[in-house]
């Protein structure tokens, strides 16, 4: 698969199950044209909201909205192309935005909404 059939790839899965793709961002290019740096390997950010999360999350405390919206990244190297991601939900929990308690259950949907959409990645 091509860079950017995989980048076409991971937007089309994230809106399949749920995730509003909010804006797609290549890094490589503000390099080149703020650094003129040339050849930087390809690294496209895709921020992508899961309303459904997100409410959840703010029901929780409206400080966990700091860390909105969720990022995924697919980026070039060593001839691979890599897609990942991070729980912003567990980090909204362990640098103490919301109670424990109260992230539980929504690290729990998103854990289970970000799998199938990572399952198919």
Not at 6 to 19: D, M, P, Q, Y
Not at 37 to 46: A, G, N, R, V, Y
Not at 78 to 91: E, G, R
Request: hydrophobic share 45%; net charge neutral.
């Amino acid at each position: 698969m091509s860079f950017e059939n995989a980048v076409e790839h991971v937007k089309t899965i994230c809106e399949e199950e749920g995730f509003s793709i909010l804006l797609v961002k290549s890094i490589d290019e503000i390099f080149k044209k703020k650094l003129s740096i040339m050849d930087h390997p390809w690294f496209i950010t895709i921020l992508a909201c899961g309303p459904k999360l997100a409410k959840m999350g703010l029901e929780a405390s409206f400080n966990v909205g700091l860390l909105f919206p969720c990022s995924f990244v697919v980026y070039e190297q060593d001839d691979k192309i890599i897609v990942s991601h991070v729980s912003i939900m567990k980090i909204a929990k362990e640098v103490g935005l919301a109670s424990p308690k109260a992230m539980q259950p929504v690290i729990e949907e998103t854990r289970k909404m970000v799998h199938k959409a990572w399952e198919r990645f």
